[in-house]
T-cell receptor
Framework: DAGVIQSPRHEVTEMGQEVTLRCKPI?????LFWYRQTMMRGLELLIY????????DSGMPEDRFSAKMPNASFSTLKIQPSEPRDSAVYFC?????????????FGSGTRLTVV | TQLLEQSPQFLSIQEGENLTVYCNSS?????LQWYRQEPGEGPVLLVT?????EVKKLKRLTFQFGDARKDSSLHITAAQTGDTGLYLC????????????FGKGTHLIIQP
């Protein structure tokens, strides 16, 4: 199994540009999570999906952020327009069944820098 | 907000020494997970504990869940340079289906 795959690994963009981060979860995992990690705030949950349906997006910072999961093997996190304070490492994670105690498998992350 | 407090924030010790890091909360956990994160990578699950007083061992790592399920500790015996990393504890809510809340972690450096 290739694990959770995220792309790109690094993204540098100018303020005001649109940024799209991509994630391919582990096949068969019903849950997909988007997290953001910064030194100041640590890992923060942004949004999660169950069976491709968004369940809780209360962690999404503001309307500039949006996430979709059009099918079981693909999800995107979009920031439009981007701002310097969005600079962080964004992680995608998937899980088989958190209610049954299964852990989360994280991707390697996308390091976003907005200049 | 139910916060997870991890201590110490930073720890640097010599190879071969023992160490303990802690994870505490003011509220009860339904379950707790420990992860290790290496630079440039995502966190990797080490263990899940669910029962108060539970102790789990993973080679030189011993994880303990407090009797009241409000705290947990990770003890490493005879630390090795390969143990270097960020150790994160995380709690689930409602069986974990609401996503994990992470502590800010303990940055551990094992010096040769």
């Amino acid at each position: 199994d290739a694990g959770v795959i995220q792309s790109p690994r690094h993204e540098v963009t100018e303020m005001g540009q649109e940024v799209t981060l991509r994630c391919k979860p582990i096949s068969g995992h019903d849950y997909l999570f988007w997290y953001r990690q910064t030194m100041m705030r640590g890992l923060e949950l942004l949004i999660y999906f169950n069976n491709n349906v968004p369940i809780d997006d209360s962690g999404m910072p503001e309307d500039r952020f949006s996430a979709k999961m059009p099918n079981a093997s693909f999800s995107t996190l979009k920031i439009q327009p981007s701002e310097p304070r969005d600079s962080a490492v964004y992680f995608c994670a998937s899980s088989l069944s958190p209610r049954r105690g299964y852990g989360y498998t994280f991707g390697s992350g996308t390091r976003l820098t907005v200049v | 907000t139910q916060l997870l407090e991890q201590s110490p924030q930073f720890l640097s010790i010599q190879e071969g020494e023992n160490l303990t890091v802690y994870c505490n909360s003011s509220s009860v956990f339904s379950s707790l997970q420990w992860y290790r994160q290496e630079p440039g990578e995502g966190p990797v699950l080490l263990v899940t504990v669910v029962t108060g007083g539970e102790v789990k061992k993973l080679k030189r790592l011993t994880f303990q869940f407090g009797d009241a399920r409000k705290d947990s500790s990770l003890h490493i015996t005879a630390a090795q340079t390969g143990d270097t990393g960020l150790y994160l504890c995380a709690k689930g809510k409602g069986g974990g289906a609401d996503g994990l809340t992470f502590g800010k972690g303990t940055h551990l450096i094992i010096q040769p």
